[in-house]
Nanobody, 120 residues
Framework: QVQLVESGGGSVQAGGFLRLSCAASGYTYCMAWFRQAPGKERERVATIDPSGRASYADSVKGRFAVSRDNAKNTLDLQMNSLKPEDTAMYYC?????????????????WGQGTQVTVSS
């Protein structure tokens, strides 16, 4: 079992920035950030594999950057130029069995979520 704990959410005005962090209790392979706004489907925001290869949803490309520290088992998401439509609960997710992280894979472990609110 891997436990994931997110931190760093909050409220910010449009154009601002936030940095989310996720601490994992053990080894992970693919890691990802998802988000879900009220009344909307969950969206995969970014993925990253152990080598640092990342992929992004079109809606955040050029504004968000995902990174990880394998030695510390941490995952970060730097969010710049935030927009009101980025408002959502953000979740850290991970899996340990391997695979193509940018593909449609299932994540076994999820954090409790951290709220991001962007006001116009």
């Amino acid at each position: 079992q891997v436990q994931l704990v997110e931190s760093g959410g909050g409220s910010v005005q449009a154009g601002g920035f936030l940095r989310l962090s996720c601490a994992a209790s053990g080894y992970t392979y693919c890691m990802a950030w998802f988000r879900q706004a009220p009344g909307k489907e969950r969206e995969r925001v970014a993925t990253i594999d152990p080598s640092g290869r990342a992929s992004y949803a079109d809606s955040v490309k050029g504004r968000f950057a995902v990174s990880r520290d394998n030695a510390k088992n941490t995952l970060d998401l730097q969010m710049n130029s935030l927009k009101p439509e980025d408002t959502a609960m953000y979740y850290c997710a991970a899996e340990t069995w391997g695979g193509v992280c940018s593909g449609q894979i299932e994540y076994d472990y999820w954090g409790q979520g951290t709220q991001v609110t962007v006001s116009s």
